[in-house]
């Protein structure tokens, strides 16, 4: 037991080393020439806290440069990467009514095409839906995916596997616009008793009131 400071002052590059039985495997360490800390496991933080938003991770940067901040990395450094290879993930987990852990929502991180120069990644969200972990939102290749992984021909791609698929516009007053494609029509209009209004460069070029009458 340590009471107070404790400073540790060498010139060595591994100022500290901790390993299990002399085995060579330095679970936790000290690189004061490189300003590091290593840890070669896990790093479990636990509070019980009931008041408090803990356990907190802070990163804190107090340079005054515009072009560096903080930074948290995953870094999969494999000899050579691979095609698809996940490159990092973040899990959010909690107990169902059943005290069951549960995966509620993570992140993924995948190189999709590791040829150099022309590199393809891919960044996804998946969220429990009806108890099923989903393909919410995938960030492909600079095309954006809401309910597919795999977004094409488009910069926006949203997939729906029922009976209808549709794209919803909400003002805060309740005014609704519905983009929505089903078996055999597409829909395209509102989901009030709003009008419809087509137009060039801002300006309206044919309008479709509640009553069915164009202009």
Known sequence: VIEGSMIIDATGTE???????????????????????????????????SSDAKPLFILTNTNTSSNYAGEVSFYKNASA???SDQLGKIVFYGNDDGSTKTNF??????????????EDGQLRIRTIANGTNTDTLTMRSGLVGIGT???????????????????????????????????STTFFGTGDATDVEIGVNSSVNMKIDANSRIS
């Open 149 to 183: 992984a795999s977004p094409s021909g488009a910069k926006l791609h949203v997939y729906e596997g029922g009976s209808s698929v549709s794209l919803k516009v909400e003002r805060g007053d309740g005014s609704l616009g519905l983009i929505s494609a089903g078996g």
């Open 81 to 83: 990467g691979s095609d």
């Open 105 to 118: 929502a993570s992140i993924f991180a995948y190189s999709d095409d590791v040829s150099n120069g022309t």
């Open 15 to 49: 100022t500290l080393l901790i390993r299990k039985d002399s085995d060579g495997g330095d679970v936790f360490t000290v690189d004061t020439t490189n300003s590091e800390v290593s840890i070669d496991g896990d790093l479990n933080i636990t509070s019980s806290s």
